[in-house]
């Protein structure tokens, strides 16, 4: 059997090798490292793909949210509300502004933001809301959205988990993730579901003069070449990363596909065991599974752990620890902040190898180890 990783990109790799290489080749023949061909290109092929005017490349997932949030102005102070239970990125670009996170709990069955607690944690400060599509399926948009609308505020998607996914509204329209809120941001980490050979994110958004404002504050604050309107950072995707992604967007779709197969297979596999609840997925949106993740009940999780590596087969925690219980965030005295939906799947979420390379042989064997060890 091959050995079996969280995330196998040899095999993904191998699987075009000729055309990945030819493409990095081009790009070390031009030699035009920065701001190359091929980012221009991708930037248009991302466009297309997800149905959204604007793409701004930019150096990786949490630069992209940086940015969305210099660009929309928003101040020290200004309330930001979002899940604690998501990867650190997400919030300390919120804590790095000096902006406020405020933190609402998940649903238990999407673990993505629970929408009951959205109006709750509204006050005059607030300013955005932060869903993140956590795992690869899209949190509740349309309620997201109805509430921003009424109350004024911006929606800034993490959509590093979820490139891919699609949401549709009650009124019959669909929409790709990262393209519905005011602006999407996601992350070209090797490991995500579209991952680069290196760093790399973008930034998306609808909006013509959010467009120009966000290529702005990724490149300098620069309104045209050294003169500086606002202060902004350097971010941006290089020609390297751009050339291998658009090797592989025309991918994606399968990759989710494969994605999607081994969720069903272990879903099936784990269906009749008691302590094993599988993730579901919402009506209203699709799910790329990013991650495949469990919930256990009465079951030792370390023990799990230990006894699934000794066999070789790997897992992870995602997240051990939630935003709001970071060392990070003790500046913020959050000591009031309950969220027990959070607390409880912190310690029972495991997450099981999942990737576009997987064969049944693999499959087969973490069922049955699983299964034997979770009785
Ligand atoms: C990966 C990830 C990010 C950050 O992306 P980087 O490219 O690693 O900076 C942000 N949010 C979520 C939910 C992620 O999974």
Redesign the pocket.
């Known amino acids: 059997m091959v050995p079996i990783q969280m995330v196998d990109l040899k095999r993904q790799y191998a699987a075009m090798k000729d055309e990945v290489d030819s493409a990095i080749q081009e790009v070390l023949t031009t030699t035009s490292f920065i701001n190359g061909k091929a980012v221009g290109e991708f930037a248009k092929n991302l466009s297309t793909y997800l149905d959204a005017e604007h793409v701004i490349p930019c150096a990786?997932?949490?630069?992209?949210?940086q940015i969305a949030m210099m660009a929309l102005g928003l101040e020290p102070g200004d309330e930001v509300i979002t899940p604690s239970f998501?990867?650190i990125?997400?919030t300390e670009v919120i804590a790095l502004l000096r902006l406020k996170p405020v933190f609402i709990d998940v649903d238990p069955a999407t673990f993505c933001m629970d929408t009951n607690q959205l109006e709750k944690a509204i006050t005059s400060k607030t300013k955005a809301i932060v869903p993140?599509h956590?795992y690869g399926q899209a949190a509740n948009m349309e309620e997201i959205m109805r509430v921003a609308n009424e109350h004024n505020l911006y929606v800034i998607e993490?959509n590093?988990?979820a490139i891919g996914a699609s949401v549709t509204f009650s009124d019959g329209t669909v929409r790709k993730t990262g393209t519905i809120g005011h602006i999407g941001?996601t992350?070209?980490?090797p490991s995500?579901n579209l991952g680069c050979y290196g760093?790399?994110?973008a930034i998306i958004t609808r909006n013509a003069l959010l467009a120009e404002r966000i290529r702005m504050v990724a490149n300098h604050g620069q309104s045209k070449r050294y003169y500086h309107d606002v202060v902004g950072c350097n971010s941006r995707l290089d020609t390297v990363q751009a050339a291998v992604l658009n090797c592989k967007l025309p991918r994606l779709d399968a990759y989710n596909a494969s994605r999607g197969k081994v969720a069903t297979f272990y879903s099936n596999a784990f269906a009749s065991n008691p302590k094993i609840k599988t993730p579901l997925t919402a009506s209203h949106t699709t799910h790329v599974f990013?991650q495949y993740t469990l919930v256990l009940e009465g079951v030792d999780r370390n023990a799990l752990v230990d006894q699934l590596a000794e066999v070789g087969v790997p897992s992870m925690i995602y997240y051990p620890v939630p935003a709001h219980r970071q060392k990070m965030f003790s500046f913020l005295n959050l000591p009031e902040v309950d969220l027990p939906v959070t607390d409880w799947l912190t310690e029972r979420v495991i997450s099981l190898p999942i990737h576009t390379e997987m064969d049944q042989e693999q499959l087969d064997y973490i069922v049955k180890h699983v299964n034997q060890f979770v009785q």
Do not use: E, I, R
Request: with cysteine.
């Open positions: 990786n997932g949490t630069d992209a949210l998501t990867y990125a997400t993140v956590l993490d590093a988990q941001c992350s070209f980490f995500k760093d790399g994110g990013h």
